[in-house]
């Protein structure tokens, strides 16, 4: 699958530099040719794993040298594609670029290397009264979800990642390495390169090292749950919270199809109807109290009924089962079965329309799917499934997508709120942005070293994923 030679000279000058952290076993590059996506699995020609920051400077050094593709890659929890290396070279891996480095409590602030994990991070943070927020639900690193600027289900409250990183190291093709951002909580000095790199999914550097923002922990908090009619109706309820400035802690709603499925995976007996989850925080028990109430109210207008209340953290867990398990349960009930998780990101006005919209479309094409919705924040996935080998069904599935697509984009919204794009969405890309593509083009090539220019080669392989030069490996 390789569009280069890997020649022996350059597995020469990699094996004598990194010695047992420079492998070509089988069984590894396998491990690095997928990530979560559907999307066909291309082996490396090596794996890389990087200790330090050091490392990932004189791999990407000798990648210039020898003209070898590189892929950056951590926990591997990618959606779309991102992590397979579909011309071969280098996987990158900067998992063991695992510490924190350095917790400020009086200035709320972390710095943290790559591969720190969001959940190992807040394991951390907790004896100092403190946590990040952003939680896309795997144990994903911090350098990964700056790289596809990942979100989740605290985003309606405190923001995507690149709202909550400050600062950034990075190493850019060739070995420089780059400052970017300040750990300063603003700053109106030049362009934000920071915020190009979050987001880039690694097409114009590896990041090596961040500084987070973080937040004290809520004093008190409390969980609600109602059940709704519809799907839209459970939607409409989320803006119509949203619009009451509650500043809800997290918004979910998931579809009748999905409580069955937990029903059946844990044995419960939850009403099967669509379902939104509600969590708010409040600095004293009379704010959440009335904050609670006016939810309650909201509910009641919008069709909720069946309204449940909880207020410890092991009550809490125990309401949020069914949207924790959600996945899982699908995913079970469905065994043989291929998976495709999508992402749609919609003006909150609009995400009723956009959701009845869709349940409609599965409707007539007779197409079993499942919604889960950050829906504070206009953010839903519909996860399809069907048999691997079944074309017809896979082609019915991609063209609901595609409508699914061309109805965000009308409605001015996004092909995708915190997947990214990697090989899966690259034509996405293309009628979202248009135009703008040739300039994402000429960002990238100012990254890139001057003597990749002439021969015409992207030098991290991610640019070709996005810029649509690479034959898309979906089924």
Excluded at 1 to 12: C, E, I, K, P, Y
Excluded at 121 to 130: A, K
């Amino acid at each position: 699958m390789s569009h280069f030679q890997f020649t022996s000279q350059a597995q020469t000058a990699f094996q004598s530099r990194f010695a047992e952290q420079f492998t070509v076993a089988q069984a590894v590059r396998e491990q690095h040719g997928r990530d979560e996506s559907r999307e066909a699995p291309v082996l490396p020609d090596a794996v890389l794993f990087a200790h330090s920051e050091q490392d990932v400077i004189d791999a990407l050094r000798l990648a210039d040298e020898y003209r070898v593709p590189v892929v950056p890659w951590s926990a591997g929890s990618s959606l779309e594609g991102q992590l397979i290396p579909v011309h071969g070279g280098i996987s990158l891996d900067v998992s063991g670029l695992n510490r924190v480095l350095d917790v400020q409590p009086g200035s709320f602030q972390a710095t943290v290397q790559a591969g720190v994990t969001y959940p190992e991070l807040n394991r951390q943070l907790r004896r100092e009264g403190l946590f990040f927020p952003v939680d896309p639900g795997a144990e994903a690193s911090l350098g990964g979800m700056a790289s596809t600027n990942a979100s989740g289900t605290a985003a309606v409250r405190y923001g995507t990642t690149r709202d909550n990183v400050l600062a950034l190291r990075a190493v850019l093709p060739g070995g420089e390495v780059v400052n970017l951002g300040s750990r300063a909580r603003k700053t109106a000095a030049g362009y934000d390169l920071r915020g190009l790199f979050i987001g880039a999914e690694g097409t114009l550097g590896v990041i090596t090292e961040l500084t987070v923002r973080l937040y004290p922990l809520p004093g008190h908090v409390a969980a609600l749950r109602a059940s709704f009619g519809s799907i839209e109706e459970g939607a409409a309820c989320a803006a119509l919270l949203m619009g009451a400035a509650l500043q809800p802690e997290r918004l979910e709603l998931i579809d009748a199809g999905e409580i069955a499925a937990v029903n059946e995976y844990l044995g419960r007996d939850y009403t099967m109807a669509p379902t939104l989850w509600m969590e708010f925080a409040a600095a004293t028990e009379e704010a959440l109290a009335g904050t609670l109430a006016l939810a309650g109210e909201l509910c009641s207008e919008s069709g909720g009924t069946g309204l449940e209340a909880a207020y410890t953290e092991a009550e809490r867990a125990a309401l949020w089962e069914a949207r924790h398990k959600a996945y899982y349960a699908i995913t079970a009930r469905h065994p043989g079965h291929a998976f495709l998780t999508t992402d749609i990101c919609v003006p909150l006005q609009q995400l009723p329309g956009m959701v009845a919209y869709t349940a409609a479309l599965c409707r007539e094409a007779d197409v079993d799917a499942s919604l889960v919705g950050h829906v504070g924040d206009g953010n839903f996935h519909m996860t399809f499934h069907a048999a691997p080998d079944d074309a017809g069904r896979w082609q019915t599935i991609h063209g609901i997508y595609d409508r699914m697509v061309t109805r965000a984009l009308e409605c001015g919204g996004t092909c995708t709120g915190e997947h990214g794009v990697g090989l899966h969405k690259r034509g996405h890309l293309a009628r979202q942005h248009g135009d703008s593509l040739q300039l994402m083009r000429r960002v990238k090539a100012a990254f890139d070293p001057p003597r990749h220019h002439e021969s015409g080669q992207d030098f991290l392989e991610g640019a070709l994923r996005l810029f649509g030069t690479v034959p898309n490996q979906q089924v």
